[in-house]
């Protein structure tokens, strides 16, 4: 069990040596009790030099993180030796669990041929082996594979993509996008842009392109409404972009699958370029290997991440249809030309890990499994917090769900709380705002989801007790707005 240690927060700026000093003096001075533990120190040495993305660092040590010094399976394990279950895949990007004995090998192998070789113009055998495999499952016309390393850059990638299409066919007018509310795709300037405000986006209006912006999932009339934009504006838009089936930044916003299929099919009737922004989606995560299948849907240009490489190392791609493809050709470094790439994009060892992971979902049937636990996961979740007033809404699609807490007040910070408890449960969460965030490994076992979901019950009563709300815990004008605590 973990026992919770105050810690001396705030003080990102203390030396090194200043845990030492603290331990003296309290020696001499037996007050408060600071025993440091190496998880303690370790923090602290982080907290000098590292500078957490989605994070307040004058925050951070007392939000209890944690420092991984070790994984087994779907455990991490801190510098004490303690487990915890993954129980967001280490932020949606592991599918099958950490120091998997194949994947790691796959790794091994390629080292032995090669960690990495420039794809700007040059190939490298293993990345045409994932490519061949990847056109095989990808629900994209013919696919054409540019490798990035995180999903914003694949985002970026298709945006640009979209855009310059219609200039080399010749087309003038298609330079506006379509986006949702509520969307989330990565944090470079394009794809911030397509994103909707919140996340801490609103900062960089100034830098931010506009886009027409369709109502978001949870609003019944989204689909219709974005069908009519399609409608209006087709002769002005270069594409519109959607994450299709789960909208998992916002809380795991579930969309109307029969109104996916038929937006999906208004972008084909009205010649409008669809990218799928599967970076979250993808490999499994809804039980199909990718959420625009589930509706049919035939993207234009299709973004993949995270669990591409399983989770181990960093590559993103951006598929585009032949269709897409074939409008680049032309000669030698001419106009037509595509003129963007990333240094590392096409990495040979991230290559080779997809390319297993790939192999694994098969041969594991992992896809089955997700349906499977899902189902048991969305009867657990219903049946042991439905009745909890600190619980608003439970949303749950495969293995991506989120719990929408109700705080009688803002500032409570119950996502965080609840995260924090879970910790003495041995479950890794990580909230975003007030929804708590459940995206296990998918190949989490029967009894890891009885697990995870008694944790979640068991902390939702440790730390949102509607009965017990004292005062907000921080001064409303210094709280973060909910959309800007933790996110991907
Ligand atoms: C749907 C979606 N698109 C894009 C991204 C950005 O990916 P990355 O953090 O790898 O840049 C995320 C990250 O959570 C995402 O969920």
Known sequence: MFTHRKRIVGDTRTSHTSIVARTMATMSNPGPVFTPTSTDAWIERDANVVWHG??????????RPLIVADSDGHYLIDSDGRRYFDAVSSLWVTTLGHRVPELDDAIIQQLGRGAHSTMLGNGNQIVVELSEALAKVVPVDTAHFLYASDGASAVEQALKMAFQYWVNCGIGGHTKFLAFRGAYHGDTIGALSVGDDGFGADIFNALRF???RAPAFNDPNCFDTAIAMIEQHAQELAAVI??????????????????????????????????CDEIATGFGRTGD???STTCGLQPDLLCLGKGLTAGYLAMSVT???????????????????????HSFGGNALAAAVALRHLELIDAWDVLANVRERSAEMEQLLHDRLD???AVKEIRLRGVMGGVELAPPQPGLRWGRKVAAAALDHGVFLRPIGDTVILMPPCTITSQQVHDVVHALAASIDAACDPAAIGPATI??????PATIEPAP
Do not use: W
């Open 289 to 291: 290997l990718f959420a």
């Open 387 to 389: 009745a909890k007033p």
């Open 319 to 341: 598929a585009a249809s032949d269709e897409i493809f074939r409008a680049f050709l032309g000669p030698d470094l001419g106009d037509k030309t595509f003129y963007h790439g």
């Open 475 to 480: 001064e409303p004008a210094t709280i973060e």
């Open 210 to 212: 506009p886009v027409l």
């Open 242 to 275: 959607i994450e299709p089936s789960v909208q998992a930044a916002s809380g795991m916003q579930l969309c109307d699958l029969d109104g996916l299929r038929r937006f999906g099919a208004a972008c084909k009737q009205h010649n409008v370029l669809l990218i």
């Open 54 to 63: 989605f994070t307040q660092m004058q925050t951070f040590a007392e939000n």
